[in-house]
């Protein structure tokens, strides 16, 4: 595995106001992409945002309404890019989704599935895909002039399967310790767990492939008029923490969709080849809408103030950062408390034996999964509001500088896979304005 982290930040990117910057995907708080966003509105660039559509009374996919495209922030192209296949149904009449209806809690561990009609379905769910993406494809080609610069910005991820049953399960293996612990590499072995992968690989890496294929005439259009074209998308493989005064790699344990993240920077690689500038960024860990199921990944993001120290001595804004972290901590604690805890941790034998770059993702085991949950509540527990968490502040910084990292980085052709870690994190943060 090539291992590419980001040292030096990026010249500035020479985008201006006629350019546009392309999410394929739909925008939600304190998520990445608000990161490019803001670079993006800095040069006064359009922004188009995509929508996965939403479901009705009847599971039928459908647009936005009126009102809900009222609440877009940004010029929304209004049709419905929702990835994955488990609400699709396949010859026997059934859904992946309905195929799971009923299953007990005491029955899910050995329920089999027919992976015939669940390929059935993923086939359907794909070609109705397909079919709503080349529409979207000649609308925004419609909308952008033949001489703008392009950033197509891929956020799609996830695909758990809309079963009752997946998310109590699903809960147990990302939370669950002592009696209530469960094997993250039993449940992937299990018909529903193999079923999470196929979609995870569906939703999180392969619409990835179907982007760059669906703009390929825009692309074109773009290169004869001297203009670029670049796809970004957001990866997670692990991220250098600063650990006893040195940056070294670790990671979140059990990452099941890191799996679907390595195919990620394979489609990222396979088209760079071709010439196309392509690149997977993989961010470092932060705790939003869609990660509070990973209940412990935000544990190493506190560490972020460690290397915001070493980086930016003398910068306003990290001191700024730093009155406002210690103003959510409970009177009786300081941040030195705090990163003496964080330091334990990603220092403990029970921990560090949980990543390995050569074997990631990697899986949990009981040990593992007790103190990352404590350790992660321990930390809570010394903050003043679980409501108001400095994981908040530490999340914006990060989805900040990515995205300045990232929307500069993409004007040139570099890597197929960049790692962002807490390193250039903190000098990009920094240096902000």
């Known amino acids: 595995m090539n291992y590419n982290p980001m040292r030096t930040t990026p010249a500035k990117a020479n985008y201006s106001s006629k350019d546009v910057l392309v999410i394929f995907g739909e925008v939600f708080n304190r998520g990445y992409i608000n990161g490019m966003i803001e670079e993006a509105q800095k040069l006064g660039m359009t922004v188009i945002e995509s929508t996965v559509g939403r479901r009705d009374k009847d599971k039928n996919l459908r647009a936005l309404t009126s009102e809900e495209m009222a609440q877009k922030n940004y010029h929304c192209v209004n049709i419905p890019l929702e990835a994955g296949f488990d609400l699709e149904t396949n010859s026997s009449g059934l859904s992946p989704v309905e195929m799971l209806k009923g299953i007990k809690l005491k029955e899910w561990e050995t329920k089999k599935l027919d992976f015939a009609l669940i390929e059935e379905s993923r086939k359907k769910g794909e070609e109705r895909f397909l079919k709503y993406l080349e529409l979207w494809a000649q609308e925004i080609e419609k909308i952008i002039p033949k001489d703008s610069n392009i950033i197509f910005a891929h956020t799609m991820a996830g695909g758990f399967p809309r079963a009752k049953i997946v998310m109590p399960a699903a809960n147990k293996v990302f939370k669950g310790y002592d009696e209530r612990f469960y094997s993250s590499e039993k449940f992937w072995n299990t018909d529903i767990g193999k079923l999470c992968s196929i979609s995870f690989n569906e939703v999180t890496a392969r619409t990835l492939k179907h982007l760059i294929d669906a703009t390929g005439s825009l692309r074109a259009r773009a290169e004869s008029n001297n203009a670029k074209a670049s796809y970004t998308a957001y990866g997670y493989h692990g991220s250098e923490t600063l650990i006893d005064g040195n940056y070294k790699w670790q990671s979140y344990s059990p990452y099941l969709q890191g799996f679907a993240k390595l195919e990620l920077e394979n489609i990222a690689k396979d088209y760079f080849e071709k010439g196309i500038n392509c690149t997977v960024y993989n961010c470092p860990e932060i705790l939003t809408n869609s990660t509070t199921i990973f209940l412990g ?137």
């Open 297 to 433: 990944v935000e544990v190493c993001l506190y560490p972020l103030l460690d290397a915001l120290k070493k980086e930016g001595p003398e910068s306003e804004k990290v001191s700024k950062l730093f009155i406002e972290c210690q103003n959510s901590l409970l009177p009786d604690q300081t941040i030195s408390d705090l990163l003496k805890v964080t330091q334990e941790y990603v220092k403990n034998p029970i921990i560090t034996k949980s990543y390995s770059m050569e074997n990631w993702p990697q899986h949990n085991f009981p040990e593992h999964m007790k103190y990352m949950q404590l350790t992660s509540q321990k930390l809570i527990n010394m903050q003043a509001s679980k409501d108001n968490l400095m994981t908040v502040q530490l999340s914006e910084v990060i989805f900040k500088s990515c995205g300045e990292l990232m929307f500069n980085n993409s004007f040139i052709k570099t890597q197929p896979v960049w790692w962002l870690n807490h390193d250039i994190i903190a000098k990009t943060y920094a240096a902000q304005d």
